[in-house]
């Protein structure tokens, strides 16, 4: 249990969630903690050997059933994901990118022989996937999308290119969605293929322990059987970004429980007026605040993995999750960053590397705009996207 858990939340899991939640905590305080501030300075992260790791205990695809995943409940990843956000948001990327959305888009619409091929060495981390949605001109508005997939024969051309894409510069395959003559398709394109060339994104400000890259698609012929059959439309990206936000909507409170447990640390033993921090009223009524607002979001995301697992859980519903917990979690970030003062901007403390990579938090899998307005959608039964 946590000092931030007043509410005895806890109890509101079971033995098989704790158990889970132990070990992926133990887990990154072995293999993350120790190395993370310096990746994060050094703007790289051991990817491939992380996603062995992650591989080896079932973290990745961890919510899939079959083909190796470990067919674990919505709340348990959730769970997990809490863990190893705490640890640092890119890492939590890492394993995100890899089972909700890469390996999830082939799981729900690939062919046998797609789920075959690519999830058992995703499950085990022996291969890295990526999601490429986002183009350098359209970002928010994935409909306006410039990647096209012709048929050619039997063969599919593919000419455009991907912006922004996690795990990119280390993956082994890229699940590509471009504008066909009936509407969007997805592909399982392997990054060995001729024409496919990436670039790694470099001076990121935030996500420093994630590796994130561009991917430019050049008369990329790929046989027929690369195209994911059950995706038809806009609807199947969205499906897996819907799925991803569930990760986010938990992932986001394990860097504002990080956050809120160094700065409790912190402000029980600093002292100035002869004090320790803690001891007054308005350092008291801001870690107050953050610690009521953490509990909020923690039954927020409990509420919505257990419709998840009940298979009930809506998109909008996930926006709520994504819209609240993440803004919270950058308000106690940088909350508590104050309580820090001057300690509060050093690499020493994980406290402003949470507050960094939230910002992209905030903003990659829908904006907290644009959870607004699917949220407002649903409100007022009026589209005000554009
Ligand atoms: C570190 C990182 C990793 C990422 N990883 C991936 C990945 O793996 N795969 C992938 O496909 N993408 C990825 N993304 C891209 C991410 O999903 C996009 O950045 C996001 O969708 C926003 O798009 P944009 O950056 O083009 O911003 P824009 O769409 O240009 O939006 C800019 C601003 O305008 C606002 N805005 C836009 N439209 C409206 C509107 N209708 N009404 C009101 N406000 C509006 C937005 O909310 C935002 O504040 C990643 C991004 C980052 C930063």
Known sequence: MTPVDLLDLDSLLDDEERQIRSVVRRLVDDRVRPHV??????????????????????????????????????????????ELEAGDSGVRSLVSVQGSLAMYAIWRYGSEEQ?????????????????????????????????????????????????????APVAD????????????????????????????IRRKMSLRASVTGEISLDGVRLPADALLPGAAGLKAPLSCLTEARHGIVWGALGAARDCLETTLGYATTRTQFGRPLAGFQLTQAKLADMAVEWQKG??????????????????????????????????????????????????????MRHANNL??????EGTSEIHQLVIGQRLTGLNAFA
């Open 298 to 351: 923690f039954l927020l995301a409990l509420h919505l993995g257990r419709l998840a697992d009940a298979g009930k859980l809506r998109p909008e519903q996930v926006s709520v999750g994504k819209l609240n917990n993440v803004r919270e979690a950058l308000a106690i970030a940088r909350q508590c960053r104050t309580i820090l003062g001057a300690n509060g901007v050093s690499g020493e403390y994980p406290i």
């Open 115 to 167: 789920k075959q091929r690519w999830l058992p060495p995703m499950a085990t981390g022996e291969a890295i996937g990526c999601f490429g949605l986002t183009e350098p001109d359209h970002g928010s508005d994935p409909a306006s999308m410039v990647t096209r997939a012709r048929r050619d024969g039997d063969d599919w051309l593919l000419h455009g290119g991907k912006m922004w894409i996690t795990n």
């Open 173 to 200: 395959v890229a699940v590509i969605w471009a504008r066909a003559e009936e509407g969007v398709r997805g592909f399982a394109v392997p990054l060995d293929t001729p024409g496919v060339s990436v670039r790694e």
């Open 359 to 364: 910002e992209s938090v905030l903003t990659y």
């Open 37 to 82: 501030a310096e990746w994060y300075e050094q703007g790289q992260v051991p990817a491939r050997e992380l996603a062995r790791e992650f591989g080896r205990l079932g973290l990745l695809g961890m919510h899939l059933t079959g083909y190796g995943c470990a067919g674990s409940t919505a709340v348990a990843y959730g769970l997990a994901c809490l």
